[in-house]
């Protein structure tokens, strides 16, 4: 299943990530144990798991900042480690840390990353006022990236995931540091983004209230994947009523709906 | 762009690969960055020009009359102190502009600019080449502002001499940066940039012939003499020095390209993930 010579039937049931018995660790410490799972086309999936779960790890390893030492990863049939290109182009990734250049401007910002996607200038601004067609930060493209607001930065980085069409957008934990307002409209954006575009989301997340009934959730706890399937199986399949009852009991952790720090606010 | 064209969900994914286009622009967008970065950091600009300016107008001055030049090759009479140091400090800016790009990709790998340029598609190996060229670019353009500066001081190679000495002047940029980019895969933190230049800037610029030539070292210490013609800025500076007057001194080619090959081939393999140092780091 590895090449493009796919008949119709095999690329249809084709997810949009594999995963397939990956470990990884860090020293003695495993911080990945056999996992397996898959985010299958125009699926919204959510990675669910109290931070050091390992999900920034399995992020890394997805984005080839670290190789993946045992077990595979596929990306739309395309092997990571034996065709990193192939899998590179069709992925789209928003990192936990900011990762934009404060200095330059927002257009210079996104204008840079589709040029590392061979994307020429041209197509990357018409690509950008696609995207941005009824949004409010049209109008701010020209300012330096340090005058937007937490919340604004982060749309723009989903914008520049976005950027060069990928199949699969991969998100850590995006909403982090965020107010709720800004939670809620970045989960917004990220829903209306992958039903336009029919593109395949996988959405780390350790904030229970982040999911949505109709997705499908992959629980990962101390670097091994407990429960894997839509929202309304696992719920069943624990006997429990919620999806955070459920959570609880397959990791013995409560489940958390905000962050601590903005329930004081 | 027809090559970004959306495959649709129900369709076979194919392999498309990359057209030179996409190398070209991916590239150009590399160099664009470090460009507009270097336009909004004045201060690095201007501090990346004071610094060897300093050492041209004041220590030139008290040195002259401590240090006589002889007639040495490429030179054809006596010259003043200053013409003598002038390569060294070409030398001096490709050194500090090389290191300042290996503290940016330190700094990159901490805020996270390093993540996103590694997922991009194209080879990783040609991602950091495109890298090195961007910091060589800028420092190209450092040393041409302090050659017109220079020129008021005395410092008057002919005119030809400006454009013969900018292969060797690329060529040096290129050694130091991919010397640069070899110690940010092994540099851990950003404070570590003050060790670095402990430990790699002022040794590199003293043990060689940037300030002084070789011969008068070896009258005084035969031991530094053999340290400074291991030292492969010598032969940067030497390169310079021999291509601002038109001449080729092939040993010191040799050398540096050598030593770029050897410092680049180590920052590819140090920035690889599969063999890569930085996944062998904790996070």
Redesign the interface.
Same mark, same amino acid.
């Given at each position: 299943m590895q090449?493009?010579t796919?008949? $119709?039937h095999?690329? !249809?049931g084709?997810p949009a990530l594999a995963v397939e018995r990956v470990s990884h660790s860090?020293g003695q410490r495993k911080a990945l144990d056999d996992v397996s799972f898959t985010v299958p086309?125009?699926s919204f999936t959510a990675l669910l798991g109290p931070n050091g779960a390992g999900k920034?790890?399995l992020f890394?390893l997805i984005?080839?900042?670290?190789?993946v030492r045992h077990g595979s990863m596929r990306i739309?049939?395309?092997d990571l480690?034996a065709?990193?290109?192939?899998?590179?182009?069709?992925?789209g990734?928003v990192?936990q840390?900011?990762?934009l250049?404060l200095?330059?401007s927002i257009t210079?910002n996104l204008?840079? $990353?589709?040029?590392? !996607?061979?994307?020429?200038a041209s197509?990357a601004r018409a690509r950008i006022a696609e995207i941005l067609a009824t949004s409010e930060l049209r109008s701010r493209l020209r300012e330096k990236a340090r005058n937007l607001s937490g919340g604004q930065l982060r749309s723009i980085e989903i914008v520049?995931a976005f950027m060069?069409?990928p199949?699969l957008i991969l998100l850590d934990e995006p909403t982090v540091g965020l107010d709720i307002r800004s939670r809620a409209a970045i989960l917004a954006e990220v829903r209306r983004l992958v039903k336009d575009?029919?593109v395949s989301v996988l959405w780390a997340t350790h904030l229970i209230d982040e999911i949505d009934p109709s997705d499908r959730v992959v629980v990962l706890h101390q670097g091994k994947v407990l429960a894997e399937g839509l929202v309304p199986d696992i719920v069943a399949a624990e006997g429990a009523k919620t999806i955070g009852d459920a959570f609880t009991r397959l990791t013995g952790v409560r489940a958390r709906a905000i962050e601590p720090e903005e329930m004081r606010v | 762009?027809s090559?970004?064209?959306?495959?649709?969900?129900?369709?076979?994914?194919?392999?498309?690969?990359?057209?030179l286009?996409?190398?070209l622009?991916?590239a150009?967008?590399?160099v664009?960055?470090e460009a507009?970065?270097f336009i909004?950091?004045r201060e690095r600009f201007v501090s990346a020009l004071v610094r060897p300016l300093l050492w041209l107008f004041i220590f030139a001055a008290g040195f002259r009359q401590v240090l006589g030049v002889s007639i040495i090759a490429p030179y054809q009479t006596y010259i003043l102190y200053e013409v003598y140091i002038a390569p060294g400090l070409v030398g001096m800016i490709l050194l500090f502009n090389g290191m300042q790009s290996s503290l940016s990709m330190v700094y990159d790998r901490e805020?996270?600019?390093m993540?996103?340029?590694?997922?991009?598609?194209?080879?990783r190996w040609f991602?950091l080449v495109s890298k090195l060229f961007a910091g060589v670019s800028v420092g190209v353009v450092q040393v041409y502002v302090f050659f017109g500066i220079a020129w008021f001081w005395e410092v008057q190679p002919e005119p030809l001499g400006y454009l013969t000495a900018l292969p060797a002047i690329v060529l040096a940029g290129l050694m130091l940066g991919a010397l640069g980019m070899l110690l940010s895969s092994l540099v851990q933190q950003l404070e570590n940039f003050a060790g670095v230049m402990n430990f790699v800037i002022f040794p590199m610029y003293f043990a060689s012939s940037a300030l002084y030539p070789l011969w008068r070292v070896q009258e005084s210490s035969p031991l530094l003499y053999r340290i400074c013609q291991l030292n492969p800025f010598t032969h940067a500076v030497e390169l310079v020095r021999f291509a601002l007057y038109q001449q080729l001194n092939l040993q010191a080619l040799a050398i540096v390209a050598g030593c770029t090959i050897v410092f680049l081939g180590g920052a590819i393999v140090a920035y690889d993930?599969?063999r890569?140092l930085?996944?062998r780091k904790?996070?």
């Open positions: 090449d493009g796919l008949t $119709h095999e690329a !249809h084709l860090y086309q125009g920034s790890t890394s984005t080839r900042l670290f190789n739309l049939g395309f480690s065709d990193p290109g192939e899998a590179l182009r069709r992925l990734v990192f840390a900011r990762t250049d200095d330059l210079q204008v840079y $990353h589709a040029a590392l !996607h061979g994307m020429p197509a520049r060069h069409r199949r575009e029919g | 762009m090559e970004m064209s959306i495959e649709r969900a129900a369709s076979a994914p194919t392999r498309r690969g990359f057209p286009s996409a190398y622009i991916c150009g967008g590399i664009w960055r507009l970065r909004h950091q805020t996270g600019t993540k996103t340029l590694l997922v991009s598609p194209l080879p991602l993930p599969a890569g930085i996944s904790r996070q």
